[in-house]
């Protein structure tokens, strides 16, 4: 199987940055698109950005576009979410996932463990 593993999270206040990872492994980590999905206290799971496993191709989200940006060292089998200028909208629990990608949750075969990201004001 497929297993994500997301180290951890972070603290930042408004206008700040982060970056969260997500390590892949299994044997079909090298042939799966990637992408993060975040679900704020109260609300629906929402889409934030999705990378094709050679990252030739990305999308974002409306809420994240200009501010969020991913990568990835196909070496360490890592992706990265750079998350910059962050508000507290963005607070929530965000999960690393894998599988034929897409911006709908159905896309999506595997699923990390969640990690949680705190803006303050």
């Known amino acids: 199987q497929v297993q994500l593993v997301v180290p951890g999270g972070g603290l930042a206040q408004a206008a700040g940055s982060l970056r969260l990872s997500c390590v892949a492994s299994?044997?079909?980590?090298?042939?799966?698109?990637m992408g993060w999905f975040r679900q704020a206290p109260g609300k629906e799971r929402q889409f934030v950005a999705a990378?094709?496993?050679?990252?030739?191709?990305?999308v974002y989200g409306d809420s994240v576009k200009g501010r969020f940006t991913l990568s990835r060292d196909n070496a360490k089998k890592t992706l990265y979410l750079q998350m910059n200028n962050l508000k507290p909208e963005d607070t929530g629990i965000y999960f690393c996932?894998?599988?034929?990608?897409?911006?709908?949750?159905?896309?999506?075969?595997?699923w990390g463990q969640g990690t949680q990201v705190t803006v303050s004001s």
């Open positions: 299994g044997p079909m980590s090298g042939a799966v698109d």
């Open positions: 990378i094709t496993w050679s990252g030739s191709s990305t």
């Open positions: 996932a894998a599988g034929r990608g897409g911006w709908s949750p159905i896309g999506y075969d595997y």
